[in-house]
């Protein structure tokens, strides 16, 4: 889900459910992306990320799993590489 307000964002939580994960949206590096545990924490992390972007996305966390990259190039002739980078968390 995307959201523009933290009560937007709340909203969206009741249909997730806790723990969950908010992402700045068009910020690269996890620039205000994290797990929040409850509504105040998502209150606190949905402020300071909505104030570097004009979007979160507020999705299922998925602690513990592991996360896998996959970065395809393709050119004008549909070559394509792909290259896989892991994420450990």
């Not at 523009?4 to 996890?30: C, D, N, Q, W």
């Amino acid at each position: 889900y995307t959201a523009e307000t933290v009560p937007e964002a709340i909203e969206h939580a009741k249909k997730v459910g806790y723990p969950l994960m908010i992402r700045s949206a068009f910020a690269l590096g996890g620039l205000g992306s994290g797990i929040c545990h409850n509504e105040e924490m998502l209150r606190d992390m949905g402020a300071k990320a909505l104030s570097t972007s004009p979007q979160i996305l507020v999705e299922k966390s998925m602690k513990g799993w592991k996360e896998v990259e996959y970065e395809v190039v393709r050119d004008a002739y549909d070559n394509c590489v792909t290259v896989c980078n892991s994420k450990f968390a």
